[in-house]
């Protein structure tokens, strides 16, 4: 993935109102609810989303991840952009206001 | 309402993830279209009670039961709404209001916010007075817009849905417009499906094609137009699709409705099936009800399915649509249902579609005490 086309790493995501993200012990993940819909999320995504705060930057919620998940450095960063570009697409998340 | 179109995709792993109360039957409205019984009033005096529909919430959440629809009839009609909300909201459920609007007055949409209501689904019947007032057999339309309005100032996000028949599904363009001025989330034009009083009413409501093309178009060009500033769902009536719906995501997996008596409900039509039995909540646990009972074991998966479903590359994908449809069409539950063009009872919708192009001035029946007997509905 071409980084010059990712997010920038200044933006600072958070849920968007319209969204519940919250942990669930029946499905043992982070789920996403909203009107009339569930969004079930694997491990990596959760703790993306998690990290969706509005104070976490997309560069910090990367060094974290880095420090959290072993593989290489260059691979979470891409994972991360690519998650993020999708959940502002679905319109999961929103930058802060 | 969950329904066809309706935006779970998720594997419920056995789980029912979709719960929806219908706390009553009674409502203020008579709409020509109402998916309750037939014989609604039967039920008046059998309704839960307060702290039976707590119990119902409790043992739900332990089956991991995420989503919770209050429905109905009307749930506003229940003063105990509220109450129920805050003990839904603070077992974790993700709380939906469904409502026609009426008693949603100023002091109750506040006393639902602070109990932790997530989201309102509104139902409007069109753009104009006259013919909202004329489906629902009341004035209610001037209400529903205030109610609109008012619940987007209190900061909930909102669904409206708009059951759309031919009455008005030619001011598509219309409804669109005062729904991005209300400022709704999501708009849902759902193309109704055809059981109970909107059975009885389908020579007078099927839209033709041709007007289903057209709203689609309307639908089409909302979206590229709005983005993501409202979701619209347009759910298209099985009879034109030439496949089935997957009715409830298939029978048992992710759908559990609890009627006003409390029986436990794969859907919220399965009464109309002839032959079956409906135990309630206050006879079993809920756990027995959704994992054991004859009812919920009926249909799930596929080994009840019959020819041509049973040998069909789209089995897994529709299930063989809606068991109420195939019973009520066909006269057998199990059989393929009938909106599939691979049914040996196709024809069933096809002379339907015909008939109802054919009788444009057929007078509608108001959902009234009285006013159908069961029998007229059967083939």
């Known amino acids: 993935m071409n980084e010059s086309a990712s997010i920038a790493p200044d933006r600072r995501p958070e849920i968007a109102p319209l969204f519940l993200f919250r942990w669930e012990d029946t499905q043992s993940s982070y789920v996403l609810l909203y009107p009339e819909g569930v969004v079930k999320l694997n491990d990596s995504a959760g703790e993306i989303l998690k990290r969706c705060d509005g104070e976490h930057t997309v560069a910090a919620v990367i060094a974290e991840l880095q420090q959290t998940f072993a593989e290489p450095p260059e691979r979470v960063a891409t994972g991360v952009h690519r998650f993020l570009e999708v959940s502002y697409a679905k319109g999961w998340i929103r930058d802060r206001a | ?379």
């Open chain 2, 1 to 379: 309402m969950p329904k066809d179109g309706s935006a779970i995709a998720l594997d419920g792993q056995g789980r029912p993830l979709w719960l929806v109360l219908e706390l009553t039957y009674r409502c203020p409205l008579k709409c020509v279209w109402c998916n309750n019984p037939l014989d609604f009033d039967r039920y008046a005096s059998k309704e839960l009670s307060t702290d039976e529909w707590k119990d119902v919430l409790r043992q739900a959440r332990s089956l991991g039961s995420l989503q919770l629809g209050f429905s109905g009839g009307e749930p506003m009609l229940r003063d105990d709404l509220e109450e129920l909300v805050e003990f839904a909201n603070g077992l974790g459920f993700y709380t939906n209001l469904i409502t026609s609007g009426i008693g949603l007055n100023e002091d109750r949409l506040q006393a639902l916010k602070r109990a932790g209501l997530k989201q309102i689904q509104l139902s409007l019947q069109s753009a104009d007075r006259k013919l909202t007032n004329e489906l629902v057999g009341t004035r209610a339309h001037d209400l529903k817009i205030d109610v609109a309005r008012r619940i987007k100032a209190a900061g909930f996000p909102m669904v409206l849905n708009v059951p759309v028949v031919r009455q008005n599904i030619e001011q598509v363009d219309r409804i669109l417009a005062l729904a991005e001025e209300i400022g709704v989330d999501y708009l849902e034009l759902a193309n109704i499906q055809y059981y109970n009083w909107a059975l009885l009413n389908r020579e007078a409501l099927l839209p033709s094609r041709a007007q289903i093309e057209l709203a689609e178009q309307k639908v089409q060009a909302a979206r590229a137009r709005l983005g993501k500033r409202m979701t619209i769902y347009f759910v298209i009536p099985d009879y034109y699709e030439g496949r089935p719906k997957a009715c409830m995501n298939g029978w048992g997996t992710i759908h559990l409705t609890i009627a006003p008596d409390g029986a436990a409900l794969p859907c919220q039509e399965v009464r109309v099936i002839d032959g079956l039995e409906f135990p309630t909540v206050r006879e079993h646990s809920l756990e027995w009800l959704w994992n054991e009972s004859p009812l919920f074991r009926k249909f799930r998966g596929d080994e009840w399915m019959k020819s041509p479903c049973s040998g069909c590359s789209e089995k897994s994908t529709d299930f063989g649509g809606c068991r109420c449809q195939a019973f009520l069409l066909t006269g057998d539950a199990a059989n393929c249902d009938p909106a599939c063009s691979k049914s040996p009872h196709h024809s069933v919708i096809t002379e339907a579609i015909a008939a109802a192009s054919a009788s444009i001035d057929r007078p509608l029946v108001h959902r009234l005490a009285g006013a159908a007997e069961p029998a007229e509905l059967t083939p």
